[in-house]
């Protein structure tokens, strides 16, 4: 079949260029050079691979269905992670106890977590490695999604949002309208007390639960939440476990990197 579509040969000089919002469905690559390439909040459903050298390539997200060399990779990546954060693999369950059980122990290990970075350089907590949120910016994140699903979604409170909150980046335009101001610059002490103030907002939702039908329809969504999608109360109160561990890998794998740079300087 012959190919018509826009051919970039060898003196074509892409290298170093920048697609920001562009939508490339269905471009085709071959024979062509990526090395070193990036893509941060890039949607690639149904992306098809082939003879590709993936050597020292790092994936985080949403990897459903992903085949690598006809083994459906996502299976041996959650039993992997489960080994790794004992408790993690509770942390969508329907039973409220084992959800709970595993919001605890991903707390306890951002204690940990958090007890690492300290000890670490003053101003640890606030270090970004390569454009990534740091810890203190992954806290005001945790808090955002804990207003919208919980107290927003599950306690029906229209002002819940935290002035200091981080949405997601796509969300980034409408956050002002719900009292989000992205350029805030709170202290790491008011960060924590944020964070612990909804921590303990949805420990007492757990406790009003229990008893109840955990898979009954969640009374309202955040407002991100696309019209008419639903979602059982469960479903909503799990995304806090599952965003905490989730969130938990991200600040520790750029902790590593803190740590191996502190080790190289001496």
Known sequence: MADHGTRFGPDDELRGARFVEADLTGATFRLARLDGARFDQTFMPGAV???VDLTDGDVDGEITGLRVNGVEVVPLIEAELNRRYPGREQARSADLAEQRASLEAALRAWDAHLARTAALAPGAVDASVDGEWSTAQTLRHLVFAMDGWVLYGLRGID???????????????????LGVDLAAQPSLEET?????????????????LAGSDATARAPRLPPWAPEGFTRAVYQSLGVVAGEHWAHLRFVERDLATLEDRARAAG
């Open 192 to 208: 924590l007390a944020a964070h612990a103030d909804r921590v303990a907002q949805v420990l007492a939702l757990y406790d009003d």
């Open 49 to 51: 691979l082939r003879g």
């Open 159 to 177: 002002d819940a949002f935290w002035y200091a909150g981080l949405p997601f980046t796509e969300y980034e335009p409408e956050v002002a309208r």
